[in-house]
């Protein structure tokens, strides 16, 4: 017979049975290890261990999961006892037998616990992992010593360094943990507990177990990370901390618990909890928690590299997807590039050989405007034209049935001009994706005026089934990501005629943490598209941004447009990548033309005149509430430019320089050109005011 629960606090609960204790941990949603979830469990340990005639003691979750983790919000704040390593040491040095019931997650902290304990039950269904290494962090509650003494060294370092979610069974077979069964976390609680005092359940201290060393593989792995991720701090922590476990536990726990603080305390642990935080922000917003219309069917104009990644997004989410193109050739091209994104996509492993027939069945293709009159979302991802997109729109507005959502997915064109052709503008949005469309997360969820609200809950529902991470964005040329991106490209422009070189421009930027630098997403994107645009924007473009232009115009009068051509301002051959000489020519006789004198740029002044302009343009984002907060920038950024996510964003990384900075860098580039150099207003405030981007995120 088990009493009745007896609160410890607000989130520890105990229940006694006659020699069997169980101890209930009830922090919802994820149950993290909160300073009070920390002293409820300290507090119910002592009671269960003072107690002689309690001979087990099984700790379980409430709610969806186990415990996931240390609470994320306490980080960067001043530590509260009682402390997580000490907590684990206390249960795993307990005379009484504790055993932990895992469902849901056992994530970071709260598979620490478990491995404190002397044997975990797991339940089906049950995910594990530590992924501190994704907040730049590394495992500080024992994980780095405890989970080598059950699984060895390499197979520990493989879950640290991935931070992946290992399947219940292959926690089984690993060792991680003891059993596997189904049913309520409670009930199998009882059961363990019985099983214990029956001598059915073995249990064992983990401290106990030693682990051989093996130095040849942890070499082999800080070499390959000082190859890829030199850059990065916790990585490396982490291997220093799993090389400790072969040490006696209580030396271990101390390198690991140094290498642990030193993580806690830099920019990248940060920038990488911004990043967590952040990615669930964006949609924390009322707008996209209102009702959302009903979608199944979607509608799909062009089908082009985008509208065809558009498609496959929508078909690996299970939605039903109509295709219309003007010609059957460009209808087959289409689906041809549809059916090779899903073998891509079986290829990665994101959609199952089994699924792939089923889910190419969903895919219909038209010539014909009119078989749209059934679908609930229209996403036109035509030619960017505002005279085509007007013509489409008008049609749509004709064909579409009552309620039916009408997108475009324009990267610069003011939606509210679209909208104005139909007499549904309510129905309007825009949903900007980002090329390859079924790979990159990003959409952008463009809310023109007259945009009904839940037409604005339906652009998010649709992000959230499509796994993106959807962000509200105002109308503008460009809305958040290309707005900002058309003004920063231009730094990189000016950089190279006033003296750098593209090569060394790239080079700066990769190090501080971009995948590539902007000449070489150029140059992969095709340089012709800039090209194109900076043609049909000639008659409006100041004499500035004119030149900025001039090497790249240049460049791609010769027919280079980058890789796709074998040349632009890199050379490919092969996997050889070498800077294009031609280029070094072109880039000398326009300095001379303009009557500029080349200076040298150090790495340092590259990186913060290029991100000097991105914070610039994203204040100015801000100030005209395209973006509502901070953190929706940072979040476009991280998930459709590739910002380097231990950065956290731009704004997020503008606070790490403050405003008073930021407005000395600005009005000494000013110096040299005050038509591209402005101090955004917004900053002045915030400098006098002596406030933060974060600030503005509350
Ligand atoms: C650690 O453990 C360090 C230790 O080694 C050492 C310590 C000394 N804390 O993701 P969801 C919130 S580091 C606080 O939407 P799902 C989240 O913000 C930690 N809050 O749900 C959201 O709030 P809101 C290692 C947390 O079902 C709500 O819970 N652990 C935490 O899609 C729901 O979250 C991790 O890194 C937390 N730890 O996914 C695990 N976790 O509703 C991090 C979540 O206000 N968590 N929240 O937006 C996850 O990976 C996912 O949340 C999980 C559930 C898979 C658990």
Redesign the pocket.
Known sequence: MVDKKNDINQVVSIEVADDYALICLNNP??N?ASQLLRQGLQDAMAFCTAQSDIKAIAIYGAGR?FV??????EFGKPPQAPF??ELVNTIEQSSTPVISILHG?A???GL?IALGTHARVGIKGLRLGL??I??G?L???G?TQRTPRLVGIPAALEMILSGRHVPAAEALELGLIDQLCEGEARDVAINAAKDVLAGRLKTRRTDQITVKPNHAHLDEVEAKLMATQAHLFSPHKCVEAVRASSLPINEGLKVERHA?MECMDTPQRAGLIHAF?GE?AVS?IPEAKGAAREIAKIGIIGGGTMGSGIATACLLAGLSVKLLETAQENLDRGRTTITKNLEGAVKRGKLSQDKFDMVLSNLDGSLEISNFSDVDLVIEAAFEDMAIKKEIFTKLDAVCKKGAVLASNTSYLDINEIAAVTKRPEDVIGLHFFSPAHVMKLLEIVVADKTAPDVVATGFALAKKLRKIGVKAGVCDGFIGNRILSYYSKTASYLVLEGASPEQVDQALERFGFAMGPHKVGDLAGLDIGWMTRKRKAATRSKQDRYAGDVADKICENGWFGRKTGQGYYVYDGSDIRPNPEVRTIIEATRTKLGITPKSFTENEIVDRYMTAMISEAVRVLEDKIAARPVDVDMVFLFGYGFPRHRGGPLHYADEIGAEKLIERIETYAKDDDHYWKVPNLLRDMAAQGKKFADLNR
């Open positions: 949603p994820v993290a999961t996931a983790g240390a609470d994320i919000k997580l390593p997650t994530l970071g902290g620490e992924p501190e994704h907040l962090l495992p500080g509650a994980g642990f935080f669930r924390n």
